[in-house]
């Protein structure tokens, strides 16, 4: 009896202390990684003596549960400050997300699947008039006409100058760019963005914050679904084509099927950077398109680390990203895993 809890029942199973042992293992990660969202939950149920002299542990043995703040923070006096920025955080979150899923999931397709060769005398004379726009507009130039100058002055150069460039791009070479502006830290970036907001005048609006974290998470959504699309076979695809398939009816009625998983994963990817970016949002909202994890800082600033209430705002900060993980976590694992090995 002891030598068979010591040995295998078979190739692919290990012994019964084997199993004890990962079990106890994993038991014991996942309370430490369970501990501090339970400890947040009961907190948000506390009072402040409570918290200040504690610590208690168990609900209704150690102390006796409150709503109290809970009501100040949803219904109290703390409520507008709470209501306006949380839904702020939904609306340009979701947004953001699904449009950086829609444009870079066609534009990894056609990384993926289509050839390209941009000379570099176009690149360069679109990054030279996307330069002299930018500075127009921040120079007080209504934005219009420096969009319509810069049009005008690209297509100039582009069949005069752009010509004498023979050097051209590969499809490796416009990915690995796309992915590199990932690279850069918004820090560098943020006053910038500010300076060319604040002349669109769309400072403190939702649209500042769509656009910017659109232009941000692009890149991830490219890298990611590029990886994603490699792994489907490019013969599907042929067989469509055999059979009369426009290219719009195979991207739509046979990739995208099959890549429902790298969606999924993708755009939760995205979602959870959009919502819980803080930098850019400090920069380009201040009162009415403020999202909530500059309400949470703010409520830590004025008032001092009242945990009771910080829990609560933390609580319905993350709560709504976990329960989506949840409900979408079958299509998350195919997600990540497809085309992590490669050979």
């Known amino acids: 009896m002891i030598k068979s809890f010591f040995c295998r029942r078979s190739l692919f199973s290990p012994s019964p202390l084997r199993m004890t042992l990962s079990y106890l293992a994993l038991g014991s990660w996942a309370l430490v990684v369970l501990f501090p969202l339970y400890w947040l939950l009961i907190t948000s149920f506390k009072l402040p003596i409570d918290v200040n002299t504690g610590p208690f542990y168990v609900p209704g043995v150690d102390f006796q549960p409150s709503l109290h703040a809970w009501h100040y923070i ?13 839904i702020n955080t939904v609306i340009v979150a979701l947004t953001s997300a699904s449009l950086a899923l829609l444009l870079g999931t066609t534009a990894a397709y056609g990384l993926t699947r289509f050839e390209y060769r941009p000379r570099v005398g176009a690149i360069l004379a679109f990054i030279g008039c996307l330069v002299l726009v930018i500075f127009a507009i921040v120079s007080g130039v209504p934005w219009q006409i420096a969009v319509v100058a810069g049009l005008a002055l690209f297509v100039l150069l582009l069949q005069t100058l752009g010509r004498r460039f023979k050097r051209s791009l590969a499809n490796s070479d416009i990915a690995f760019w796309l992915v590199s502006q990932r690279m850069l830290p918004p820090v560098a970036v943020v006053i910038p963005i500010y300076v060319l907001f604040q002349r669109l005048n769309l400072l403190d609006t939702r649209i500042a914050l769509i656009v ?43 990739v995208l099927p099959l890549s429902v998983p790298g969606l999924v994963a993708t755009f939760l990817f995205v979602l959870v950077f959009a919502w819980n970016e803080y930098l850019l949002a400090l920069f380009l909202s201040s009162s009415r ?9 703010a409520q830590n600033a004025t008032r001092g680390p ?38």
Not at 237 to 244: L, R, T, V, W
Not at 311 to 335: C, F, H, K, N, T
């Open 289 to 297: 398109a403020q999202t909530l994890p500059l309400t949470v800082a």
């Open 212 to 254: 910017t974290y659109l232009a941000t998470n692009l890149p991830i959504v490219v890298w990611l679904m590029r990886d994603y699309f490699q792994t489907i076979p490019v013969e599907l695809e042929e067989c469509a084509s055999i059979d009369g398939a426009s290219r719009y009816r195979i991207f739509w009625s046979i």
């Open 74 to 86: 949803l219904v109290g006096d703390l409520s507008n400050d709470t209501i306006r920025p949380y």
């Open 306 to 343: 009242q945990w009771w209430y910080m829990s609560v705002l933390i609580l319905i900060m993350i709560v709504p990203v976990v329960v989506i993980a949840i409900v979408l976590e079958r299509y998350i694992a195919r997600g990540l895993l497809v085309g992590a090995i490669k050979g």
